[in-house]
């Protein structure tokens, strides 16, 4: 047993298989939860290396800068319309450039003409394909947020004999289509953290005692001088002038009296953070002090100086000086710095509002397992997770597989963020993609290069809606999805510092997916005999699993291919992990 109750044999990473639940690590295909990479009409097949490498990096490229316009400033203003000078690519019939037409030109072809990014995930996988209440006012049925109306959007050239740019096509609109799967795990952090930012941010005023956590929206300047007043820094004896100095026995002052006259050459008792007589040379502190009752005489054991121990008039700030920027996550000494300063309110953003939604009919809320039917675990988890983040959460809905009551319940949600579990991939019953597609929701983030946690997604359901964080069912892959893209989108709206990142030495060799990064759950060390402080990975981290997340306090960022031990790797603080700033109510 080691020092923290963890067993070294049974907790911790000893090169055992880690990769189990799906997550497979070999070099050859690589499974993807139902969200299978397609060719065209929905075929698979080898690809040529060369030329799949290169539209797959230039195809990766396009999919971020469009959801970082999308979170962004929005399209561009006339005129600018933004391309690339490149020859033609390998593969690709006629003489398109980066096989996409100039914005504003239809493309041509009819549907799937384009070869990049392929068919759309909301096309024929809907279980709406059939009589729907939503046929015909799906977004998709025309203009769509995933069609060549973002910038640097995807699209085949037209082909000879079309409309000139600017006028309609006389064919059909082709089937709309999503943003490149599987965004870099960097890149989705950084649109995630962008769409949090991209908004206009609220101001309210709390009182004291409710603004525990919040972030500042303003900084906070001094209402007064610190301290108003020249004040006694010890218990003990005011003076004027040089000694020694004559003192009514029973006068004192006390803090909170009033101002006070004292002559030269007297002496009066003075108590700590009283106000110090405007004629004051010194105090003098009661162990220095000698007093002669007969003759009522003070006199010092010490030198005199002059304005010992008094606390003059600002000698924290002046009025006006800033005390602490904004963006500053409010905490008791905060609390107290504001109230010192003259502050019954503080300038705070408001917590993000956030719903849960579970999915899942297989998902019990109390009991053992049985038949077939397992615990829901990420429903207690996530609420107090999310607080931990900053947010302010509602009790979590179980609304099992039921794609009206996922429907139903993302319209009438008067959250910032929405936050689902399960029902990201593309089975049978997994309804979140085509849910948001009949909404008319623009799609963020589809998929990341993550495991595990690689079908998570990131949404927004209107342009001045909430945004969706669509989570794996499997715990840990859920857990991923929070620090990937919940997290940096929670900071953005609330105004908080991102958490700033910091590398460690890893105690262990950790094995590495093929291509994509890897979030493994770590502990940290203390450095023995000299050594330097370190991580360890802990065991049992499958995208199913929460015991290793149970006894970690980070998450280890591993790249493609794996680290060797003494390697030092980004490491996640989770919520109450020592480093991350004071919350309110992280486990409450």
Same mark, same amino acid.
């Given at each position: ?35 299978? *990479? ?13 030329? *799949?490498?290169?539209?797959? +990096? ?43 037409? $100039? ?36 977004? &998709? ?12 959007? $995807?699209?085949?050239?037209? +082909? ?13 609109? /082709? ?75 029973? *006068? ?14 007297? +002496? ?8 110090? /007589? ?73 917590? /993000? ?148 990142? &910091? ?39 499958? /995208? ?36 991350? $700033? ?7």
């Amino acid at each position: 047993m080691t020092g923290d109750g963890l067993s070294g044999s049974d907790l911790f990473d000893g090169g055992d298989d880690l990769f189990g639940d799906g997550d497979d690590l070999s070099g050859g295909d690589v499974s993807r939860g139902g969200n299978s *990479a397609t060719g065209p009409a929905g075929t698979t097949g080898p690809t040529t290396p060369d030329s *799949a490498e290169a539209r797959a +990096a230039e195809a990766e490229e396009l999919a971020v800068e469009q959801a970082l316009a999308l979170v962004g400033s929005g399209s561009q203003a006339p005129g600018h319309d933004r391309t690339r000078a490149t020859g033609p690519t390998p593969g690709r019939s006629g003489g398109q450039a980066n096989g996409r037409a $100039p914005r504003g030109q239809t493309p041509t072809g009819g549907a799937g003409a384009a070869d990049e990014p392929g068919p759309s995930p909301y096309a024929g996988s809907s279980p709406y394909a059939g009589p729907s209440p939503y046929a015909g006012s799906s977004p &998709y049925a025309g203009p769509s947020p995933y069609t060549d109306s973002a910038p640097d959007s $995807p699209a085949s050239a037209a +082909a000879p004999g079309s409309p000139p740019t600017g006028q309609p096509a006389s064919a059909p609109a /082709p089937a709309p289509r999503s943003p490149v799967m599987d965004l870099p795990w960097e890149r989705a952090r950084a649109v995630a953290a962008r769409a949090g930012r991209g908004g206009p941010r609220a101001v309210v005023r709390l009182a004291l005692d409710r603004a525990l956590g919040h972030v500042l929206a303003e900084p906070l300047g001094a209402l007064t001088d610190l301290p108003p007043f020249d004040t006694s820094a010890m218990d003990g004896w005011a003076v004027a002038g040089p000694g020694p100095w004559t003192y009514d026995e029973g *006068a004192g002052l006390l803090a909170g009296g009033r101002d006070a006259r004292l002559p030269d050459g007297t +002496a009066v008792r003075i108590a700590t953070g009283a106000r110090t /007589p405007a004629d004051t040379t010194a105090v003098i502190r009661s162990e220095h002090a000698h007093a002669d009752a007969a003759r009522r005489l003070l006199s010092t054991r010490r030198p005199l100086v002059t304005g010992q121990d008094i606390r003059p008039r600002g000698q924290e700030c002046r009025t006006g000086d800033q005390l602490v920027p904004a963006g500053t996550v409010v905490t008791p000494a905060v609390l107290g710095l504001a109230a010192a300063a003259g502050y019954d309110a503080l300038p705070a953003v408001p917590r /993000p509002r956030v719903d849960v939604l579970v999915l899942g009919d297989e998902l019990l809320a109390s009991g053992l397992p049985h038949d077939g039917l397992i615990r829901d675990a990420l429903g207690p988890m996530l609420a107090p997770w999310l607080r931990a983040l900053g947010a302010e959460v509602s009790a979590p809905r179980r609304l099992g597989d039921d794609a009206e009551a996922l429907r139903t319940a993302l319209a009438s949600s008067d959250a910032d963020v929405i936050v689902t579990t399960g029902g990201t991939a593309s089975g049978p019953v997994d309804h979140v993609h085509p849910v948001l597609a009949a909404l008319g929701a623009e799609l963020l983030v589809h998929g990341v290069a993550v495991r595990p946690g690689h079908p998570m997604l990131l949404a927004r359901l209107s342009p001045d809606g909430p945004h969706l964080v669509g989570l794996p069912g499997n715990p840990l892959a859920a857990v991923s999805g929070l620090l990937t893209l919940a997290e940096p989108l929670l900071a953005g709206l609330a105004g908080r510092p991102a958490q700033d990142a &910091y590398r460690a030495l890893v105690h262990a060799d950790v094995p590495g997916h093929p291509h994509d990064t890897r979030l493994v759950p770590v502990v940290h060390r203390a450095g023995r005999a000299g050594g330097r402080d370190h991580v360890a990975p802990l065991r049992y981290n499958g /995208p199913a699993m929460l015991r290793g997340i149970a006894a970690a306090d980070g998450l280890a960022v591993v790249p493609a291919g794996g680290v060797r031990s003494g390697t030092e790797v980004e490491i996640l603080d989770l919520p109450w992990a020592p480093a991350t $700033p004071w919350t309110e109510g992280c486990f409450t």
